[in-house]
């Protein structure tokens, strides 16, 4: 079974930077997808940035020039700048072992003066 423990998440003003961490446990296969997504108020989960094992990654149209996404052996990390208040969600760590998806259990990133 996949564990992914969070962290990095806050409070954050417009214009700032934050980045994420999320440590995973328990990941057998060889391939697999790590990354985030995020969910806003009222609104449905969406893509924010994967990586794969092989280092081929996919970003949402709203990460590209201002979110990085890089990953250890099964540590991925979000450095997110230039942050702005749409940003603001919960944001989730993501691993597709297989056919199998793991979720953390949320980080809250809020961007607000």
């Known amino acids: 079974q996949v564990q992914l423990v969070e962290s990095g998440g806050g409070l954050v003003q417009p214009g700032g930077s934050l980045r994420l961490s999320c440590a995973a446990s328990?990941?057998?296969?060889?391939?697999?997808?790590m990354g985030w997504y995020r969910q806003a108020p009222g609104k449905q989960r969406e893509l924010v940035i994967t990586?794969?094992?092989?280092?081929s990654t996919n970003y949402a149209d709203s990460a590209k020039g201002r979110f990085t996404i890089s990953r250890t052996k099964n540590t991925v990390y979000l450095q997110m700048n230039s942050l702005n208040p749409e940003d603001t969600a919960i944001y989730y760590c993501?691993?597709?072992?297989?056919?199998?998806?793991?979720w953390g259990q949320g980080t809250q990133v809020t961007v607000s003066s």
């Open positions: 993501y691993v597709r072992e297989g056919i199998a998806d793991w």
């Open positions: 328990g990941i057998t296969f060889s391939g697999y997808i």
């Open positions: 990586i794969t094992s092989g280092g």
